[in-house]
């Protein structure tokens, strides 16, 4: 499985991936490992991923005393993002400006045009797979594309990786 931690180690809130990494291991999962500090974790468990979402959210809270979204995706489910990807020239080209956008629920009906109908700069938004992918031509730092404009498009929290990360987890799921 694959848990992305939304909004760790940003604005002072600090998650070291030493302890989460033990802090899953004390859930009861097994291999796990992280991948750079911004809450990507690799692992695997004998739960669904809703019951592995409520399990780390709980823990991050009483670990951190903070709330930490988190979604979580099977390994098949990763895989089928990954392949999903609309823009993959983009991904070829140009790996940290392509964004990939998952969401605790799938995302509502017309997220993407929601989304997209506020871009500026060339942005371009493409639901697929069950997910938002977003293009930033001129880099997602640069976006006036909010993280609540986001969320009340798609409907429920989300977090989002660049397409290296995206690649980077598929390969450590083997």
């Given at each position: 499985?694959?848990?992305?931690?939304?909004?760790?180690?940003?604005?002072?809130?600090?998650?070291?991936?030493?302890?989460?990494?033990?802090?899953?291991?004390?859930?009861?999962?097994?291999?796990?490992?992280?991948?750079?500090?911004?809450?990507?974790?690799?692992?695997?468990?004998?739960?669904?991923?809703?019951?592995?979402?409520?399990?780390?959210?709980?823990?991050?809270?009483?670990?951190?005393?903070?709330?930490?979204?988190?979604?979580?995706?099977?390994?098949?489910?990763?895989?089928?993002?990954?392949?999903?990807?609309?823009?993959?020239?983009?991904?070829?080209?140009?790996?940290?400006?392509?964004?990939?956008?998952?969401?605790?629920?799938?995302?509502?009906?017309?997220?993407a045009e929601t989304i997209e109908a506020r871009a500026t700069?060339?942005?371009?938004?493409?639901?697929?797979?069950?997910?938002?992918?977003?293009?930033?031509?001129?880099?997602?730092?640069?976006?006036?594309l909010t993280p609540s404009l986001i969320d009340r498009a798609?409907?429920?929290?989300?977090?989002?990786?660049?397409?290296?990360?995206?690649?980077?987890?598929?390969?450590?799921?083997?």
């Amino acid at each position: 499985m694959v848990a992305l931690l939304r909004a760790v180690n940003v604005g002072g809130r600090k998650l070291p991936m030493a302890e989460l990494r033990a802090l899953c291991a004390e859930l009861g999962w097994t291999d796990v490992a992280t991948y750079i500090q911004s809450g990507n974790v690799v692992f695997a468990a004998n739960a669904s991923p809703q019951e592995v979402e409520t399990a780390l959210e709980a823990a991050v809270a009483k670990t951190w005393g903070y709330d930490a979204p988190t979604v979580v995706r099977t390994g098949p489910q990763w895989a089928a993002l990954a392949a999903s990807n609309p823009f993959p020239d983009v991904g070829e080209a140009e790996p940290s400006r392509l964004m990939l956008l998952v969401s605790k629920d799938p995302p509502a009906d017309g997220a993407a045009e929601t989304i997209e109908a506020r871009a500026t700069a060339g942005e371009r938004v493409r639901a697929s797979g069950g997910a938002l992918w977003f293009h930033y031509p001129h880099g997602a730092g640069t976006s006036k594309l909010t993280p609540s404009l986001i969320d009340r498009a798609v409907g429920s929290p989300g977090t989002a990786r660049n397409w290296r990360t995206v690649q980077t987890l598929l390969g450590m799921l083997g």
